[in-house]
């Protein structure tokens, strides 16, 4: 994941969490509330905060750090996966290839489906693909 995505990732993650603030809130005022009009006292709100902020952002915030270097290790398996690769090969030569670089046959075939995707082979027939250059 580049850094730009990542900042995009928890720049998303603060907007959710601001809306979550708000329905804790509300939810909250409701409750507490004996008449036709909410109002969300400070309590309430600052309740809301404290449980956002000390409990589920840095739960969050976690979460998206350990996906990013999920994917940071998976984008450079991928990318040693096509380096590897000669020119044209057959699938059993690429699971062959991927397994020599410790990639399992099931990331294997994933990664030839996401490199047809993103044009960086092409798939010729069933089984046979060639690199594209």
Request: charged share 25%.
């Amino acid at each position: 994941m580049k850094n730009d995505d990542c900042q995009d990732e928890a720049v998303s993650v603060l907007y959710r969490h601001g809306l979550m603030t708000y329905k804790i809130a509300m939810t909250l005022s409701a409750i507490e509330s004996n008449n036709d009009t909410i109002t969300c006292s400070d309590k309430v709100f600052d309740l809301s905060i404290n449980l956002i902020t000390d409990v589920f952002l840095g739960n969050s915030l976690e979460q998206l750090k350990r996906m990013s270097n999920s994917n940071i290790n998976s984008r450079s398996k991928q990318i040693s996966f096509l380096k590897a690769l000669p020119i044209d090969f057959e699938r059993k030569e690429a699971v062959s290839v991927a397994k020599k670089i410790g990639i399992p046959q099931r990331s294997a075939d994933n990664y030839l489906k996401i490199l047809v995707q993103q044009g960086k082979i092409i798939k010729q027939t069933h089984g046979s693909y060639r690199k594209y250059n």
